[in-house]
């Protein structure tokens, strides 16, 4: 599901793997599900699908630009494929970001 593309990079994120572009978080494995980061409008779109909600990897702790992806897609990948790429659109034309603050 990671888009093969010079400027994505993965590492390590809240046990398990995430994809960046220029830095930004955009896409990552929770447990057994796929969160996307998105512009309001995709979020709100998104959201008005039954399955998906907002990521809260702590209780109590939303990151309200991320949304899980229904699990249902799982056997739907082009539908997916779909989503991870508005998310990488997005992020990527968000401000860059640098290396790890010291």
């Known amino acids: 599901m990671v888009p093969k ?3 994505v990079t993965t ?3 809240f046990g ?7 830095g ?5 494995v929770y447990g057994d599900d796929l969160f996307v980061r998105l512009s309001g409008e995709d979020r709100d779109e998104l959201l008005g699908e039954a399955g998906a ?3 809260e990897p702590m209780k109590g702790k939303q990151m309200k ?10 056997t739907q990948p082009k539908i997916v494929t779909s989503w991870v790429s508005r998310s990488m ?3 990527s034309k968000l401000p860059k970001k640098g290396g790890k603050k010291k």
Not at 24 to 28: I, K, L, P, V, Y
């Open 5 to 7: 593309d010079p400027r």
């Open 11 to 13: 590492r390590p994120m």
């Open 16 to 22: 398990n793997v995430s994809a960046f572009v220029n």
């Open 24 to 28: 930004n978080m955009f896409m990552g």
């Open 53 to 55: 909600s907002v990521f």
């Open 65 to 74: 630009e991320y949304i899980l992806v229904p699990r249902v897609w799982r």
């Open 89 to 91: 659109d997005w992020a």
